[in-house]
Nanobody, 114 residues
Framework: QVQLVESGGGLVQAGGSLRLSCTVS????????MGWYRQAPGKQRELVAH???????NYADSMKGRSTIFRDNAKNTVYLQMISLKPEDTAIYYC????????WGQGTQVTVSS
């Protein structure tokens, strides 16, 4: 069974930065494309960024230029570095295989205050 454990969220002021981590177990991590998603209150979950097994990255327009997704296959971990955070970035952030998802983890809460 695949387990996804996200961490690194928190409360930050607008303009601040955070680095999220997601450690994956139970899968062959190195061959999976991985994504970071987020779900704000009252909204659908959306894809923020994804990274291929070979390291090719792609970002949603909302996070382009303000985030970097990267991975460490030796640690079965995918990261999302976010800068210049805005209140509208407030959401629960999840990682998952992209595009075919595993069961979702608990996510990590990111709250950006104005």
């Amino acid at each position: 069974q695949v387990q996804l454990v996200e961490s690194g969220g928190g409360l930050v002021q607008a303009g601040g930065s955070l680095r999220l981590s997601c450690t994956v177990s139970g899968s062959i991590f190195s061959i999976d494309n991985m994504g970071w998603y987020r779900q704000a209150p009252g909204k659908q979950r959306e894809l923020v960024a994804h990274i291929s097994s070979l390291g090719r990255t792609n970002y949603a327009d909302s996070m382009k230029g303000r985030s970097t997704i990267f991975r460490d296959n030796a640690k079965n971990t995918v990261y999302l570095q976010m800068i210049s955070l805005k209140p509208e970035d407030t959401a629960i952030y999840y990682c998952n295989r992209y595009p075919r998802n595993y069961d979702w983890g608990q996510g990590t809460q990111v709250t950006v205050s104005s």
